[in-house]
């Protein structure tokens, strides 16, 4: 068991994603000018304006680029120029393909810092989350308010850094997982636990009221620089992850046109 997580490759060129993989891509909010007017070029209207809500510059351009590098990926799966992908939202918010235009790709994605992530599988529901570990946090005081008893019992058992680490391996986890599912915060998140602490196996321990759901949904820890934790959880079935750096430079010039 591959406890440290998958190794990140450089992208060398287009392939068909295949059936039970799961891909991650990893890339930056850096992004020069030229780039963002492209990408805000490939936005739908109602990605436009929501963009346009939020206070902050930097919020906004987040928002630009995590969508735009969506298209761009989708787009190169499903055979479509980029600003033709069409999206539509569960009940939860959660962003899914309109089912005419690729009824077995499903992605999800998070951003954090600097950092965006996409995963994106063939026929399995996929959640990430990234989370940049912040040590100016109470996470003692976080961990009460919305980790299980168990987690909490565990989490006081750590000192000093590795308590920092420990609490967004634990967050990133929970998070994945709802994420996979979609359902937000309408599953209460202390009720279920995850493995979290230095050295443990990823795992979805226990859920609540149903036990059984604790074994259907797997779990993995994607290794990022110290700085961030993250994770992603999909159906429990035998399924491959790969995981790719994305340089934006080559792909935004090398998508196809819309
Ligand atoms: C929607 C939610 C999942 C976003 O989480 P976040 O950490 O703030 O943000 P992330 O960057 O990880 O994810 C945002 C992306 O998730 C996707 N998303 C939105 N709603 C979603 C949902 N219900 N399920 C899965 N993915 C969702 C979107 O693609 C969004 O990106 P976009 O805004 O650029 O389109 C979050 O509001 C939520 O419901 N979290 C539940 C658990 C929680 O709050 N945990 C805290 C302590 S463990």
Not at 143 to 170: D, H, I, Q
Not at 184 to 200: I, K, T
């Amino acid at each position: 068991m591959n406890i440290q997580g998958p190794i990140w490759g450089e992208f060398v060129g287009w392939y068909a994603l295949p059936e039970k993989e799961v891909h991650v891509w990893r890339t930056t909010l850096d992004m020069a000018p030229s780039g963002f007017t492209k990408f805000w070029q490939i936005l739908a209207p109602d990605e436009r304006e929501r963009a346009d809500r939020f206070h902050f510059e930097r919020d906004r351009r987040r928002a630009v680029i995590a969508r735009g590098y969506l298209r761009l990926l989708l787009g190169q799966f499903l055979d479509l120029p980029p600003n033709k992908v069409q999206f539509e939202y569960d009940e939860f918010g959660k962003p899914g393909l309109l089912p005419e235009q690729g009824p077995s790709v499903q992605f999800n994605v998070s951003h954090s810092g600097d950092l965006i992530l996409i995963a994106i599988g063939r026929g399995l529901a996929v959640g990430v989350d990234v989370e940049r570990i912040r040590t100016d946090l109470d996470v003692a005081d976080i961990a009460a308010r919305f980790f299980s008893a168990n987690e909490n019992e565990l989490l006081a058992s750590l000192g000093g850094p590795l308590r920092y680490k420990a609490f967004f391996n634990c967050w990133t986890r929970k998070e994945a997982y709802l994420k996979a599912r979609g359902i937000g915060l309408s599953l209460p998140l202390d009720q279920f636990d995850v493995s979290f602490l230095p050295g443990e196996e990823p795992r979805l321990l226990a859920t609540r009221p149903d036990p059984a759901e604790a074994s259907q949904w797997r779990v993995r820890a994607l290794d990022l620089s110290g700085d961030y934790a993250a994770a992603l959880a999909a159906p429990n079935s035998k399924w491959g992850l790969k995981c790719w750096d994305w340089d934006p430079l080559i792909l935004v010039d090398g998508a196809k046109s819309a």
